[in-house]
């Protein structure tokens, strides 16, 4: 079914189910008016990089406050290992064994490889049924001139960074809004003047007060904290001298990759990576305190989480930070650390405030729970089911397994059964690789491979790594950071 028509389809029904029910089921504001959306996505942020969670180099005091009053989810699994799988998982409803992008390819000369035009996006489908939508940050799906381009995917409004490769750099020449591109002339030559997060920042708090009396869905894929490290002085100076020792990280600082994905240089490494992350916390904080000061916070749901566990490039040390916390593995890594990230949902009135829950979610799970807040028809094609019930206190459908699979690095694929976690490496070259088997319950930062004491779960594992992966919607990805 193409694109238009499943919009179509979706439309219709959707128009006729939300006119029909009840929406008393769903503590929405005084006018009922259907809930606004707001996915804040971080980059890069592993599951230890917030003191919620266990960070104790730095704090980060908003973010822990929307989890005080709201509900962490301890749980909760990326789309992918990299970005833009991830974020394709997100917006299609889809896992990595069915989504059409499986990598990061860039495509020249800025850009990634395109979603294709018959997937369709949460954005479309709220889009279809009335919600004013916009993208802040990062985008990474597909060139301004590709059928990719957040504008041809729902999204009324976007600004940003199109391309991953150029969101490498914190003080760029250009950002887009929608297929316009907008120079930065402060930044020309090695100028580093204007602070590419804080004029998105700004779009985003706009884009709040322009469609505050109308339903919305922001998707705030921030650039932080990816490399590079770089940080306004302001913020830099709050941390100097109290990450010791710093090792210096010698960049690009010239030549055809300088602001086009090379890391710049930094003397700072520690100190620039807590600036960036409490630059977040601080804008996470102002995007709260702005829907209260609009009088929209009890109709809107706040999401807030990270796309992929932590790097080890541009002269950040996850170790130092203890990023993954208790988890194994980096980004690039199917093991917990490198998809297990932390989610917080916050809607006052509607959420219990300071709960938690150990439900086992993923990306797909969004688009989904959306739908079913929204009172939308799903489409058929999910991977995901909602979480809806958990954040109403309800009884929660739960998951048959979770599939993952990354075709970067020789290729590596992993499973959650329950609590058996199964993880393919090298399935490249051999779809038929051992796989590695842990009990989470006992060993959850996967260090004893106890494959060969049960091989009916290994079994069952295989079985489903054989049924999920699509190799007719394989491309093979160039590997990229």
Known sequence: MNQIKNILVITILSAFLFNCSNSKNLKNSKTNSRPNIIYILADDLGY????VTGQKKFSTPNIDQLAKDGMLFTQHYSGSTVCAPSRSTLLTGEHTGHTFIRGN??????????????SVTVSEILKANGYITGAFGKWGLGDPSSEGDPNKQGFDVFYGYNCQRIAHNYYPYHLWHN????????????NTKVYAPEIIHK????FLEKNKDTSFFMYYPSIIPHAELAAPEKYMKKFRGKLLPEKSYKGVDSGKRYKNGGYGSQKEPNTAFAAMVYLLDEQVGQIRKKVEDLGIAENTLIIFTSDNGPHNVGGKNSDFFNSNGKFKGYKRDLYEGGIRVPMITYWPGTIKSNTTSNHVSAFWDFLPTICDLTQITTPKETDGISFLPTLLGKKQKQHKFLYWEFIEKGGKQAVRIN?????????TNNPEAPIELYDLTSDIGEQNNIADK?????KQIANIMKEQHNYSEVFHFKYEK
Request: aromatic share 4%; no cysteine.
């Open 48 to 51: 230890g990089d917030l003191s």
């Open 105 to 118: 390819k860039s495509v020249q000369p800025e850009g990634q490889y395109p979603l294709n035009s018959s």
């Open 179 to 190: 297929q316009t591109k907008i120079l930065l002339e402060e930044n020309t030559g090695t």
């Open 203 to 206: 779009k985003a708090l706009d």
């Open 419 to 427: 609590n058996w976690k199964g993880v393919r490496l090298s399935m």
């Open 454 to 458: 049960h091989p009916e779960i290994v």
